[in-house]
T-cell receptor, first 114, second 111 residues
Framework: EAQVTQNPRYLITVTGKKLTVTCSQN?????MSWYRQDPGLGLRQIYY???????DKGDVPEGYKVSRKEKRNFPLILESPSPNQTSLYFC?????????????FGSGTQLSVL | KQEVTQIPAALSVPEGENLVLNCSFT??????LQWFRQDPGKGLTSLLL?????REQTSGRLNASLDKSSGRSTLYIAASQPGDSATYLC??????????FGSGTKLNVKP
């Protein structure tokens, strides 16, 4: 089954404790990206990757890191989480070009930073 | 800063009604526009994708139109059903790296 898998689904942590949210897709998509969703602010893009070893900032990259060492995986790293990073996070992937750019989303990770 | 606006923020209709959701964007030079559905506690599902060269796309009871010159897209849902209840979001991209989402329209279809 074609899917984007995020883990964990829920995460509660404390300020300053490094964490990683994993994202994996099995569709051989070139493009992957991370978003956060906050009430009243909608979805905002954190980082994106056009292919392996190619990443760039979205609109709200501060406090986040990413890496793309393999085509299927795109982890989101919070080196020193703060309470303002409490949010619902989504990973998404897509082909690029030829009209095949439908975004496929993971089920989300609800993060609470205390 | 690119902005995407969706009106109304919430909509409640009786089952069977035809309805229109609106999406507007500030810069008309889009690469494509997508409409998504989001159910509570779940991820987004892409419903329709309209390329910049297209005027509309259809899938079942859903029809999405695009008018780049006016910076608008509409999602038409025919013969609404309770199972259509969800939040509907639109998103635009200009060069397929960054995506800009509206805040969504929360639809409730009453039996």
């Amino acid at each position: 089954e074609a899917q984007v898998t995020q883990n964990p689904r829920y995460l509660i942590t404390v300020t300053g404790k490094k964490l990683t949210v994993t994202c994996s897709q099995n569709m051989n998509h070139e493009y992957m990206s991370w978003y956060r969703q906050d009430p009243g602010l909608g979805l905002r893009q954190i980082y994106y990757s056009m292919n392996v070893e190619v990443t760039d900032k979205g609109d709200v990259p501060e406090g986040y890191k990413v890496s793309r060492k393999e085509k299927r995986n795109f982890p989101l790293i919070l080196e020193s989480p703060s309470p303002n990073q409490t949010s619902l996070y989504f990973c998404a992937s897509s082909f690029y070009g030829q009209g095949r750019e439908k975004l496929f989303f993971g089920s989300g990770t609800q993060l609470s930073v205390l | 800063k690119q902005e995407v606006t969706q009106i109304p923020a919430a909509l409640s209709v009786p089952e069977g009604e035809n309805l229109v959701l609106n999406c507007s964007f500030t810069d008309s030079a889009i690469y494509n526009l997508q409409w998504f559905r989001q159910d509570p506690g779940k991820g987004l599902t892409s419903l329709l994708l309209i390329q910049s060269s297209q005027r509309e796309q259809t899938s079942g009871r859903l029809n999405a139109s695009l008018d780049k010159s006016s910076g608008r897209s509409t999602l038409y849902i025919a013969a609404s059903q309770p199972g259509d209840s969800a939040t509907y979001l639109c998103a635009v991209t200009y060069n397929f790296n960054k995506f800009y989402f509206g805040s969504g329209t929360k639809l409730n279809v009453k039996p």
